[in-house]
């Protein structure tokens, strides 16, 4: 049918619609905190929490440093928020520098914490830019890992996906083929790798599904409060920066205000975008910041759905 719709009746419609019309109402989201190092670290990760929870993210996780060197902080952490909160609490766990004995003790200790969701990695090195090594009695890599979590106890597990290819895998097939056999050794879902295009989630998503991966894939998304630290962030973990985004940071160094509302408009429009093409599920890294993840939500029309005070469970 041709359209008798005049320009002047096409550039009306796109005027009335509202630039940040609601969504549907079935975006879920969930946040990644990290444990803190001092107390006024930890003030900022309890402030980040209560000012997110409101949202009834489908669960946070807290994440697990290099080497494991922050094993004791997220778990004492995970723990709190199961025990504080009415919030699905998962765990990042990963195969660096501990033997399968010691990461099954872990395992242990999350589950009578009452925690049911862990993130299971293979891990960085404690030593940026060094080799991977698995441990001799130790896990090899993160499908080893969820078979050996699912053997303890029936845990829900996400494991990580890379749209622009891990920087570790010898190829961008190797890299899908790792995936799957972490899907198939049992994990629920994969959360990706952050990433700066709609095109790079949607290449991605349709390789994996030609390979035959069925599980839910989960868009990671990186607010970018710090130009500069997230293009060294990038480097590290191949993802492709545009140059565009280059350009819409310049001159921002001194103005924090400016940067954050930049941020929040880039990502918003970034998640409405794979909203439109079938997106339903959004993981945002917070880095601990809560006003950025918060702002996208507002603006991907997400409202509070419960108050402050009705997050703590009653005995």
Known sequence: MISTSSPEDEARRAFDAPLYADLAGDLNVSFEFFPPKTDKMEEQLWSAVETLSPLAPKFVSVTYGAGGTTRERTHNTVARIARETSLAAAAHLTCVAASKAEIDDVADAYWDAGVRHIVALRGDPPVAGAKFEPHPQGYQGAAELVDGLLKRHPFEISVAAYPETHPDALSAQSDIDNLKRKIDAGATRAITQFFFTPDAFFRFRDTV??????????????????????????????????????????????????????????????????????????????????????????????RPQVSAPELEKTA
């Open 209 to 302: 599904a030609a390979a035959g991966i069925d599980a839910d894939i989960i868009p990671g998304i990186m607010p970018v409060s710090n130009f500069g630290a997230v293009q060294r962030m990038s480097a590290m973990c191949n993802t492709q920066v545009p140059s565009w985004m280059g350009r819409l940071f310049e001159g921002l160094d001194e103005k924090p205000a400016a940067r954050q509302l930049v941020s929040a408009t880039l990502a918003a429009e970034l998640c409405r975008r794979l909203y439109a093409g079938g997106v339903r599920d959004l993981h945002f890294y917070t880095l601990n910041r809560a006003e950025l993840s918060y702002a996208i939500c507002h603006l991907l029309g997400l």
